[in-house]
């Protein structure tokens, strides 16, 4: 009768083998657990000959035909020897992309850590929507990237992709599969040019994520802020900020400009998607004419604010965002 431990550890294969591989975080490192190798079409080839090979042996009574092909068959395990070893001991770790849009590429970066003192050669890494690349991995620490096409927004895992080689001799395909959990934030494509919302609120409302405004000549000086990661560079106030050791902002006086609204409640006949597209426009657009702008998604609220920051915090909360 079967412990319960082998029991239990038999249900754990076979559900893992049904479902597959759960997705995986961190540094990965390449076991002999972890590396499957077969022969090729070129292997399967090579297993013939050399079946020939003795066979002819054995019929002539031939003793140089026995070396010939002993030493042949030498060669193949070699080769096969030096496939597996080839991947053995490596160490990937998939790390963050840069956010995307919906519709084009990103690239996962990956890290590969060689501790041995042997360059790993002809390493191919592919994903099952057909990407290839081929690297080599001197001794230490090399980079490549897994390029992936982000059809929706959201939040993305790379998912299954796939390191092998077939080095030395092209005759055993040595291969490990990785399930990586490391995920891409994907933001929505950004719809069709529209004017901006009439909407407009006061200056000195507050939100998630509220920040200074971005003041322009007109606009009256105020006063000076400690500077917050985010705020525009051309706002910092050198002088004050020699004086005090300390980066400052200057502070200008809006009340009566207020900030653009840009609220997913006021998009009627549209889907969801077509006024994430919409907001997302919105909100570049704002960007790019440094405007002062507030998002409002239902349950959220963020701004007023400005600038790279503000914008990023906006974009990923469309990305995330379920109704």
């Known amino acids: 009768m079967e412990s319960p431990s082998f029991a239990s550890k038999r249900l754990k294969w076979l559900t893992r083998f049904w479902r597959g591989r759960e997705p995986e975080h961190g540094p990965l490192t390449l076991g002999r657990k972890r590396i499957y190798i077969l022969p090729t079409r070129e292997g399967i080839a090579f297993f013939f000959v050399v079946s020939a090979l003795v066979l002819g042996s054995l019929n002539y009574q031939t003793s140089l035909g026995f070396v010939l092909a002993?030493?042949?068959?030498?060669?193949?395990?070699?080769?096969?020897?030096?496939?597996?070893?080839?991947?053995?001991?490596?160490?990937?770790?998939?790390?963050?992309?840069?956010?995307?849009?919906?519709?084009?590429?990103?690239?996962?970066?990956?890290?590969?850590?060689?501790?041995?003192?042997?360059?790993?050669?002809?390493?191919?890494?592919?994903?099952?929507?057909?990407?290839?690349?081929?690297?080599?991995?001197?001794?230490?620490?090399?980079?490549?990237?897994?390029?992936?096409e982000m059809a929706r927004r959201g939040v993305k895992p790379l998912?299954?992709?796939?390191?092998?080689?077939?080095?030395?001799?092209?005759?055993?395909?040595?291969?490990?599969?990785?399930?990586?959990?490391?995920?891409?934030?994907?933001?929505?494509?950004?719809?069709?040019q529209r004017p901006f919302p009439d909407r407009t609120e006061?200056?000195?409302?507050?939100?998630?994520?509220?920040?200074?405004?971005?003041?322009?000549?007109?606009?009256?000086?105020s006063?000076?802020?400690?500077?917050?990661?985010?705020?525009?560079?051309?706002?910092?106030?050198?002088?004050?900020?020699?004086?005090?050791?300390t980066l400052l902002l200057k502070q200008f006086d809006r009340e009566a400009q207020g900030y653009l609204v840009f609220d997913f409640d006021s998009l009627s006949n549209m889907n969801v998607e077509t006024k994430l597209r919409t907001l997302c426009r919105w909100i570049l657009d704002g960007d790019r004419a440094q405007a002062a702008y507030s998002l409002k998604l239902p349950g959220r609220t963020i701004g007023p604010g400005s600038g790279p920051a503000h914008r990023a915090m906006c974009l990923e909360a469309l990305a995330r965002f379920e109704k």
């Not at 299954?160 to 494509?189: C, D, H, K, M, Q």
């Not at 006061?202 to 000086?221: H, I, V, Y």
């Not at 006063?223 to 050791?245: D, L, M, Q």
């Open 70 to 148: 002993f030493m042949v068959a030498g060669i193949g395990l070699s080769g096969m020897i030096h496939s597996h070893r080839n991947l053995s001991g490596l160490t990937l770790t998939v790390l963050e992309p840069t956010p995307v849009f919906a519709g084009r590429k990103t690239s996962f970066p990956v890290r590969i850590d060689n501790p041995s003192g042997q360059t790993r050669y002809s390493l191919i890494m592919r994903n099952k929507a057909g990407y290839r690349i081929v690297v080599d991995a001197p001794r230490g620490t090399s980079e490549t990237w897994i390029e992936v």
């Open 159 to 192: 998912g299954l992709f796939t390191i092998e080689t077939f080095f030395p001799l092209n005759l055993f395909r040595a291969w490990s599969p990785v399930v990586s959990g490391t995920e891409v934030l994907v933001y929505p494509s950004p719809g069709a």
């Open 202 to 221: 006061a200056a000195d409302s507050q939100g998630e994520g509220a920040r200074g405004l971005t003041g322009t000549g007109a606009d009256e000086f």
């Open 223 to 245: 006063g000076v802020k400690p500077y917050a990661p985010g705020e525009p560079v051309r706002r910092i106030h050198w002088k004050a900020s020699a004086r005090t050791e």
